[in-house]
């Protein structure tokens, strides 16, 4: 087993750190498997753990980015980020190495500098420069022996899907930080195993990029030629770990140990949630959520339903998007959700944000923790005030809400099923949600400075998206300018006109490739109405409206054009026509 990791086995990675001794305590010695005449020696000692580069005929590779998460130390000064590990969907939520202590700007520490760096790698648009990108082996922190240090278990390879800036919160006071969602790649072609000579061959100085690949996963090698458009189908899945033997005795796991990522501790004291009651809630699945979405109970005055349910829930889907915690203390949901009552509610209705806080129990998708059990019977704005509970979603819609196409589908549910008369880009602008009110995006917005003049002046400091302008000439000449939708073919006075349109957009929050798979050519009346979420493309290819689902046409595609259905998809979730539970991503 010398140069290889398993996938679910744990390994003894201690300050013993002897290449020549195959197992401690009973566990495969880490730095006997990564052995390396090539690299220096694997280091563990901290959550991002970066492999000096190797130049290569020209041009710098790094071998790979050990990172390793520890449940332990989850919400401690040393960690106040929490981590979470879905290994069953092989998907990883990480969180960069910036502390509120740090005086250095965010995205300059060691770690958030070499993950932001493998991003740029991860999100390449071309296959040869994704050869180049950084593999992420992923590892978590596990107690054996009775010691929560010195043991870890080996969860994969990963690609990173997206990052992005978030604000993290550390007793009350705001910091920024990173955070990264990585995708875990399958590897049962290779019996669940990385071979070591991968990254080896990755710091090997005599290689190509393209000898390199060889040697590499198939998972990884498909991503390579393809891009995140695949990951649907290279994702990793879930893999039950077996232990094995190791010399004379069983590598067993110790019988007081905690489960690999435990569950968050739910706060204590004062009226709990059903399910602290016992009683069992139902399994949340992608369509049950948004079917619970669809049928709120909400109050209806003078014929139009009240926007306070639908708007506390639009803002707690707005923590989860950034990296915040699904549970918010009253006084600051009465700020904040009475804001948004004043501003986007009915015109007769109350600002009233004790209703939603309690009430939103109904739905079964949001817990309240820490009201009196003498208050239960008798909800106020001041009750709240002396107590000062806690509540938000609950922990399996939490979950849910992770993955962009689910989230994607649940803003739009709300938006058009409680919200359709408010202004879109207003509202998602106030709730930090710009760009899900359409399919291109927005730009990232850098910072902003007020400056004098004749009128109020802001100078904004924008980063642009560059396009691809090769790409989109070239799928337009492939259509010969002939929409995908209408089949027109716009003339103009010196030639024909068409427009390359993303999928998933480009900008925030969408963050789409600028690849091939990515790009419908569309005339700019279905071009206007696609980036507005007007109309959507459903899993049999036919062009529908988004208010009604009328025919308005049927998808022509061309044989060197592959689409990509993971993309088409992201668009109708954004639409609220995904259907999660009949569809397979892909």
Known sequence: MRGKLRVGEVLRSSQNRDPSVEAMDGY?????????????????????NPIAKAKAAGVARRPAILIRSSPWKAGTAETPWHDVFDLDNGRVRYFGDHRIDHTVPVGTTQGNTVLLEAWTGHRAATAQRRALATPLLVFATVTRNKTPKGYVQFCGVAVIEHAERIEQDDKGRPYPNYRYELALLDLSNEGDQVDWAWIEARGDRGLSAAEVLQRAPLSWRRWVESGHAVLPEVRQRSILPEEPKTGSRSANRSTDEEALFPVPQRPTGGAASPAENGEARQDLTPALFVEKLKGLRVHQQNGRQSRHKPLALLWSIARIAH????????????????????????????????????????????????????????????????????????????????????????IAVLRETYLADV????????????????????????????????????????????????????????????????????????????????????????????????????????????????????????????????????????????????????????????????????
Not at 28 to 48: E, F
Not at 558 to 573: F, W
């Open 28 to 48: 495969p010695n880490i730095h006997y498997r990564t052995a390396s005449k090539v690299l220096a020696q694997v280091q563990l000692s901290k959550g991002i």
């Open 323 to 410: 990296g915040r915690s699904r549970l918010a203390p009253w006084r600051e949901f009465r700020d904040k959700v009475g804001g948004l009552l004043v501003e986007f509610g009915l015109p007769e209705s109350s600002r009233t944000p004790e209703y939603p806080f309690w009430h939103l129990r109904t739905s079964d998708l949001w817990d309240v923790y820490g009201v009196p059990s003498e208050q239960a019977g008798k909800i106020s704005a001041s009750a709240f005030d002396r107590s000062n509970p806690k509540a938000g979603i609950t922990e399996q819609a939490a979950q849910l809400l992770r993955d962009p196409f689910v989230r994607s589908q649940a």
């Open 423 to 586: 202004d879109q880009h207003a509202l998602m602008e106030r709730l930090g949600l710009a760009g899900y009110e359409n399919a291109s995006g927005v730009e990232a917005r850098a910072e902003e400075q007020e400056q004098q003049g004749p009128a109020a002046r802001r100078a904004t400091n924008t980063s642009r998206i560059v396009r691809d302008v090769g790409l989109a000439n070239k799928v337009k000449e492939m259509h010969a300018d002939h929409c995908q939708v209408c089949g027109i073919q716009l003339a103009t006075r010196f030639g024909t006109y068409s427009e390359a349109a993303h999928i998933r957009g480009l900008g925030q929050p969408h963050n789409g490739p600028d690849e091939l798979a990515n790009l419908l050519v569309l005339c700019p009346n279905h071009h206007v109405q696609f980036d507005t979420l007007a109309i959507y493309i459903d899993p049999d290819g036919i062009v529908r409206s988004t208010a009604d689902g009328t025919h308005r046409g049927k998808l022509r595609r061309l044989p060197g054009h592959p689409i990509s259905e993971t993309h088409l998809r992201y668009q109708r979730a954004l639409c609220g026509r995904d259907a999660p539970e009949h569809e397979t991503r892909g």
